[in-house]
């Protein structure tokens, strides 16, 4: 049996970080594309949308792998009402608190942006909070969590709870089962086979069924929940690691070629309808290009990434609270800034650039320093150890010398 040890891995904080930036920058550029968001500018580019798909194929499916990893190292390490605690804590209350706070400003600019409202903010919170309807609303923001970045710690926190007892037995009782997964996935070429269930899915699933018709962040919930165990599994065994890291060339190339095949039908024949003889294998290519990205990256990060500077835990640690404001500030930034004259090549520069200053402000002048903010952020309380062994010191100082 070759199971790998749970000792944590550099190239997994690494691009933890890196994903939650490429998430900022992708967010940044939805105020320049085709698509509606809760703030557009007045002109819309073509070329952004096409940079968008692109970074749709593998952006948030390389997240939930990432998380999926994660999991492989915590699960186990304690029971279970621990793990849920954790994960309550680091998950649930923040997004609880992020939607009754900072998020309600991104619901008040997609409505006044769109012609939904004409009011203050402090006029519109009273709709927000009642969960009312009124005419010309359609259901209130707090019921559709899908138009919010949000959705991703909501459905993190419930498929970590629903896979836990699935992810403890393979690591326990099960744990040939979980070898004998390693065994079939580091044979060559078969780790694509990952990929299967995705490709199945986007190919020949409805995608209004109840399957397929929930699509955070543009992928079915089905689907994350797979790529989520995917995590777990490809971190189990040391071999399968050396095969991701052996492949990353390869996997590259055919994320390339198959994103550039993917795009050129998109653009000449526009996305069919569920059906017809191109929908399939179209979004059959989708599905498979998505994971030869999500390899290329895991094999380069595993080849390149192995190791460990001193601003590699600042950044980790800042992770979950950055991505939890980025979007909420980088609407209220881009909210003003896209009504500037200035050329939008300088718009999308200035609120990527105010934006992060304003994010990591607030984290390292306010959030961090907080243990209060760090505990409504899903962040563990700042040097309690040692401000114990302060305080003990403080005592030992007080004591008269005998």
Avoid at 250 to 255: D, E, G, I, T
């Amino acid at each position: 049996m070759d199971t790998k040890s749970t000792s944590r891995n550099n190239f997994l904080d690494w691009l933890r970080v890196l994903a939650i930036l490429f998430v900022f920058i992708y967010h940044s550029t939805r105020f320049f594309n085709l698509e509606d968001w809760e703030v557009k500018n007045p002109i819309r580019y073509e070329w952004v949308e096409l940079w968008n798909i692109s970074a749709w194929n593998w952006g948030m499916p390389l997240i939930f792998v990432i998380s999926g990893i994660s999991l492989f190292y915590v699960v186990g390490k304690t029971g279970t009402v621990k793990f849920v605690k954790d994960k309550v804590l680091r998950l649930l209350i923040p997004y609880l608190v992020a939607i009754f706070t900072h998020a309600t400003l991104q619901v008040y600019l997609n409505w006044i942006t769109h012609g939904l409202f004409s009011g203050t903010y402090l006029q519109f919170l009273p709709k927000y909070f009642a969960g009312v309807f009124a005419e010309g609303f359609g259901p209130l923001f707090i019921f559709d969590m899908w138009q919010m970045h949000l959705w991703y710690l909501l459905w993190l926190f419930i498929f970590s709870i629903l896979l836990y007892p699935l992810m403890r037995w393979l690591k326990g009782k099960g744990h040939r089962v979980l070898s004998a997964m390693g065994d079939l996935l580091v044979l060559p070429g078969a780790v694509y086979l990952l990929a299967l269930p995705t490709v199945l899915l986007m190919a020949f699933a409805n995608p209004e069924s109840p399957l397929m018709a929930e699509k955070p962040g543009g992928w079915s919930l089905v689907i994350y929940l797979w790529l989520l165990f995917s995590g777990f599994i490809v971190i189990s065994t040391k071999r399968l690691e050396k095969s991701i890291k052996q492949l990353r060339w390869l996997s590259l190339a055919m994320a390339f070629v198959v994103l550039a095949i993917l795009l050129y039908f998109l653009i000449s024949k526009g996305i069919p309808a569920f059906g017809t003889p191109l929908y399939a294998p179209l979004m059959g290519l989708a599905g498979f290009s998505s994971w030869c990205w999500i390899l290329a990256f895991l094999g380069l990060a595993m080849n390149y990434l192995d190791y460990r500077k001193p601003i590699l835990q600042y950044a980790n640690e800042a992770v979950l609270p950055f991505y939890i404001l980025h979007q909420s500030v980088l609407i209220c930034v881009g909210y003003f800034i896209v009504q500037w004259p200035i050329p939008d090549l300088l718009k999308w520069l200035t609120i990527m650039v105010i934006s992060f200053a304003i994010i990591m402000g607030l984290y390292e002048y306010l959030l961090c320093r907080s243990n209060l903010l760090r505990f409504l952020f899903g962040m563990k309380p700042r040097h309690r150890q040692q401000a114990i062994s302060v305080q003990e010191s403080q005592i030992q100082e007080a004591r008269p010398v005998s």
